[in-house]
């Protein structure tokens, strides 16, 4: 009887649809947003220096360099980060990676710079969240090591130990180590 | 103006929003539903309250859809594609050859609907409009997306939009190609046996009374694709000619679905001679336009 029922189910192309459109509206959103000088708009200001897709024809990668937060390690250096937007979007999260050996943080692995956020799991993903917000939630993880789940054992391990001064000594070291290394 | 959440569109389109019950948060109709096929539980995007109700419309119009009842029944298929799907592959490795053949016999739940087995599927599917499952009377099914309706339903809701005739419509994908959705081999007591209590003790656990019945489902299936093909493979090894393996195949699967329809799905040897049936219909296969009837 239904033999043309199709195996194909038919909303895989309507998402495409939505991701399309939805990513489109966030990119115009997010301009705005970054270019705004009044803190009430733009909360991201030292936060967020740059958020953009790496190819204007192709939503679906975007690079974002935020700050180091005051107070941490990291202050006064600068992060890149690879943002994958799937084709499910924003039914499933975007991917967040740092680059390769650029940083050194509990929840990040180092050599290829994947990122452990809970909000980026599918099980915790809403989609009411944007770019924008995950981008900030990583910058705050900078802020906030979560060390019950560490992709770096040994800097987890540090933090649970309460040895604060340790970590800091580390991370400054890894990265005056990487600043050396880009100046070569 | 309201916006959507999830999609961050309006309703320009005249797309419908619909409300949590809980905590009265407001998404697009299709917007909330498509993300229920990802989510792992029935929490509110924003908030994470769990609701178990979605308001849409208000006044006299206004409908409560139940979406435990969704949420319970994609589990249900997702474990039933699982388990078909996994299956295969264990058989791959074994023998490939073999599975390739088979490939036609048992495969994903999708493929049994296009091969005529939405009889047995349709128990786990429910009313696109008003999520009953009462297959008895689900009468309609879309050709395009496999969506299912009440006739009354798809009236009822052209009414309350104003368009009265214009109710042969699919409204998960807009087609027009609604067909008559006919039970096949399931009489009509066993379709009604199959009410929303099964589906209840169902909840979080996926070992139960439904799934269980499933599986048996699926073995039944099984065992009689099996057993039907035996006879076909037997008149293939024993027609005059040597045949070339691609062909071997082709008319093996072509001749055993067409078995399969004509005893309804099932395995009755007693009431038919499937030895004789599949000489037959091979010979068919060679002489296409040597007409036998079966």
């Known amino acids: 009887m239904p033999t043309a029922l199709k195996k194909q189910k038919p909303y895989i192309l309507s998402i495409s649809d939505t991701c399309m459109s939805r990513i489109t509206k966030e990119y115009r959103l997010i301009r705005k947003t970054l270019a705004s000088d009044d803190p009430t708009v733009n ?52 991917k967040i990676m740092f680059e390769r050996d650029a940083i050194l943080h509990c929840n990040v692995k180092s050599a290829t710079g994947e990122v452990c956020l809970d909000i980026l799991k599918l099980q915790d993903w809403t989609p009411v969240w944007d770019i924008l917000h995950c981008v900030h939630a990583v910058w705050r993880l900078l802020r906030e090591p979560v060390c019950e789940s560490p992709l770096d054992v040994d800097m987890g391990n540090i933090i649970r130990c309460g040895d604060t001064r340790a970590y800091h000594g580390i991370v400054k070291y890894f990265l005056a180590e990487r600043e050396r290394n880009n100046q070569n | 103006m309201k916006e ?42 924003i908030c994470r309250t769990e609701s178990s109700h979605l308001n849409v419309g208000d006044g006299q119009h206004a409908v409560s859809v139940d979406l435990e009842m969704g949420f319970m029944i994609k589990h249900a298929l997702e474990h ?26 048992m495969g994903t739940l999708s493929e049994m609907l296009q091969d005529g087995l939405v009889i047995d599927a349709i ?3 429910q009313c696109g409009i008003c999520g009953d499952t009462d297959a008895a009377r689900l009468n309609l099914y879309c050709q395009d997306c496999g969506a299912i309706y009440h006739e009354t339903c798809l009236r009822g809701l052209a009414c309350e939009v104003g368009e009265r005739n214009a109710w042969h419509e699919c409204t998960e994908c807009r087609s027009h190609q609604l067909l008559e959705l006919r039970m096949g081999c399931v009489s009509e007591d066993q379709v009604t046996s199959y009410d929303s209590r099964d589906y209840m003790i169902f909840a979080g656990e996926v070992r139960d009374k439904h799934s269980v019945q ?54 009755l040897p007693n009431q038919h001679d499937y030895d004789s049936l599949a000489r037959t219909a091979v010979h068919a296969e060679f002489f296409p336009h040597y007409h036998v009837d079966i």
């Not at chain 2, 039933?80 to 490939?103: D, H, I, K, N, S």
Request: charged share 30%; aromatic share 10%.
């Open chain 2, 80 to 105: 039933a594609e699982a388990r078909t799907t996994g299956g295969e592959e264990g058989e791959e490795e074994e023998q490939e050859e073999q599975e390739e053949e088979e490939e036609g016999e």
């Open chain 2, 214 to 267: 499933t599986e048996q489902m699926y073995d039944r299936i099984r065992h009689a694709k099996h057993s039907i093909q035996t006879h076909v493979r037997r008149a293939l090894d024993q027609y005059p000619l040597a045949l070339p393996r691609d062909t071997y195949k082709n008319i093996n699967q072509h001749v055993s679905r067409k078995l399969y329809r004509f005893s309804d799905n099932k395995y």
């Open chain 1, 43 to 94: 909360p991201y200001r030292g936060i967020i220096d740059l958020l953009n897709p790496i190819d204007e024809t192709d939503l679906s990668k975007w690079e974002a360099t935020i700050r180091g937060p005051e107070h941490t390690p990291y202050e006064h250096y600068q992060f890149r980060m690879l943002i994958d937007v799937p084709n499910s979007y924003p039914m499933a999260p975007p």
């Open chain 2, 123 to 125: 128990k786990v599917i």
């Open chain 2, 4 to 45: 959507c959440p999830i999609c961050f569109e309006g309703d320009q389109d005249g797309d419908q929003f619909g409300c949590l019950e809980v905590c009265r948060h407001e998404f697009h109709l299709n917007c909330i539903r498509e993300w229920h096929k990802y989510s792992i539980d029935l929490k509110c995007p």
